[in-house]
């Protein structure tokens, strides 16, 4: 199967920076999208960046300008790299992959065991 280990949570202060990894591993075919979702207080897990494998991006709106999401293909990784932290940013951030297992059929998701990311004077 498929495995994604997330790194770089942790505590920052309004203004900050963080960035987060995400490794896949495993036997796969291809990554397709690569994302970050968070989960605050609520059940809702948010979409905050997703990139394809083509290295298209999009963003939450309330995380344009601010947040900004890269992959390294090579190394089955993506990163979010969180400049301008706000307090509303604290939440787990949970990466996701669409992964083909397989040259055919259609990918499954699978998801990180999630990091926090608390932003705090």
């Known amino acids: 199967q498929v495995q994604l280990v997330e790194s770089g949570g942790g505590l920052a202060q309004p203004g900050g920076s963080l960035r987060l990894s995400c490794a896949a591993s495993?036997?796969?075919?291809?990554?397709?999208?690569m994302g970050w979702y968070r989960q605050g207080p609520g059940p809702e897990r948010d979409l905050v960046a997703v990139?394809?494998?083509?290295?298209?991006?999009k963003y939450a709106d309330s995380v344009k300008g601010r947040f900004t999401i890269s992959r390294d293909s090579a190394k089955n990784t993506v990163y979010l790299q969180m400049d301008s932290l706000k307090s509303e940013d604290t939440a787990v951030y949970y990466c996701?992959?669409?992964?083909?297992?397989?040259?055919?059929?259609?990918?499954?998701?699978?998801w990180g065991q999630g990091t926090q990311v608390t932003v705090s004077s």
């Open positions: 996701n992959a669409d992964v083909s297992l397989r040259w055919y059929g259609v990918p499954d998701k699978f």
């Open positions: 495993g036997m796969f075919f291809s990554i397709n999208d």
């Open positions: 990139i394809s494998a083509r290295g298209i991006s």
